[in-house]
């Protein structure tokens, strides 16, 4: 099962205004294919099919990994 981590970036000031950005790593997501029990494949689901687009802009992430490895964010 894939893991969400956040990865805080370094601190950005305009004026007297501070936000901190941030990244999303999506680890251990992988590749699957959903069948029914007569082998007949119902779904494929592939990490490029997370929408990394989509969770950027929701997020407000400045950055979205996806990876099948495991990343442990410090």
């Known amino acids: 099962m894939a ?3 956040v ?3 370094p601190v950005v000031g305009v004026g007297e205004a501070w ?3 941030f990244a999303l790593v999506i680890d251990q997501a992988e590749s ?3 069948e029914t029990i007569d082998g007949t ?3 494929q689901v592939i990490t490029e099919d997370f929408g990394v687009p989509g969770i950027k802009e929701a997020s407000g ?3 979205v990994i996806v ?3 495991t990343l442990d964010v410090a």
């Open 3 to 5: 893991r969400i981590q």
């Open 7 to 9: 990865l805080e970036l």
């Open 19 to 21: 936000r901190t950005p």
């Open 32 to 34: 699957a294919a959903v």
């Open 41 to 43: 494949q119902v779904r």
């Open 61 to 63: 992430a400045e950055f």
């Open 67 to 69: 990876t099948p490895h």
